[in-house]
C-alpha cells in the first residue's frame, strides 16, 4: 500500500519545525550500531501521525479483534525523499540526528525507499528476528501510540537466512540480551552489527505482563537493495 501520495506533511500536521529537534537525550545502547534518541517528536505531533497512520493504513482495523484476517502491516514503496509527505518527514528526521546513522548510509541518493507500518495490540508481539537482506544497512524505527519493550539477542547460529525468516526462537538463543523500552516520539537505528548480528523482537510477554498495553503503530524506513542486473 502507498500511504503518502499525495497527502502533504503540512496539511496534516503544520509547517514543521527544526526547533523540535534541538536538546534531544541520545542514548547509545550497548551494542555497536544501535542508536536510539528520545522524545524527538512531541506528545501533539505524535498523537497527529498515530491518528494520519491509522486512517491510511488501519481505517478497518478495531482493536478489540484477534481475527486472524486482520490487517495489521501496511507498506510503502518508493523514494522518501520529499519532506512535505509524512513518511519523507521521518526521512528527514533521521538526516539531522547526529550519529544515528552512518554516514555511508547518510551519502546514498536515495536514504530510504520502503516503509513498514506495523499496528501492534494489547498481547501482540514480534518474534526476535533480522531484518531481510533485501534490505541494505540502515534501519529506522519510530513508535508511535503505546510504550513497548524491544528485546535484542546477539546471533549466534550464524544462521542468517534462518534468522531471517522470522524465527519465533532462536534454537541456541545467546543469554546475552539488551532490552529498549520504546516510546511515542522516540527513534531508533540499527545499523552494521545491530543490524546483522543482533536479532530484534517485542515479546508478547515481558514480566508476566502483556508486553503491548494500548496500540502501538510503528514505521520502520529502509532501503531495498538494488540488484545486480543478470541478463547481461
Ligand atoms: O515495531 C517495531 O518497532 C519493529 C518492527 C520490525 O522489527 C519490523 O517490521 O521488521
Ligand atoms: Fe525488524
Redesign the pocket.
Known sequence: MNGDSGTLYRELFGEASDDDLEDLDEIEEPIPGLVVYRNVQSPKECSRYFSWLTSEYFPDTPSNTTASQRVNQGMHFGALSDPDTPLGRLCQICTTLSGLLPSSVLARSVIFDQAIINLYDRGEG?GD?V?LLRFEDG?VGFSFGGSVTMRMRRVVTGDMQRAATYAQELQAADPEEVVVRLNAGDVYAMSGEARYRWT?GIPKVVGGADNVQSRRISV?LRKLVVQADQSS
Open positions: 514480534i528476528h531484518d534501519v530484534h520502520t
